[in-house]
């Protein structure tokens, strides 16, 4: 970013969001999960191990967030918490 010129990304996998749109239009749908603020006790091991761009940080509350319009419903999020803060709110139908 800071050398002028062109730069070229090389992506191990699809873009999330690209794979969230494509499942909206093939009219699949994906779980959706939430951060249970009971549960969550700001760690920020989902922020800093995991890297998720869904998974934000809330300043105000001190705990985790997810945008559901970036999250794909993959669930990781709830495998690496280690205190359950991340649950389902819908199933894929």
Do not use: H
């Amino acid at each position: 970013m800071e050398l002028e010129g062109v730069r070229v990304i090389v992506s191990r996998q699809v873009c999330a969001l690209y794979r969230v749109g494509q499942a909206r239009r093939k009219g699949i749908k994906l779980p959706v999960f939430r951060v249970n603020t009971e549960k969550c006790t700001g760690c920020k091991i989902c922020i800093n191990t995991f890297g998720c761009p869904a998974i934000s940080w809330d300043s105000e509350a001190k705990k985790a967030k997810i945008d559901p319009t970036m999250c794909w419903g993959c669930g990781s999020c709830s495998q690496i918490c280690p205190y359950g803060a991340f649950e389902v709110v819908r199933e894929a139908k």
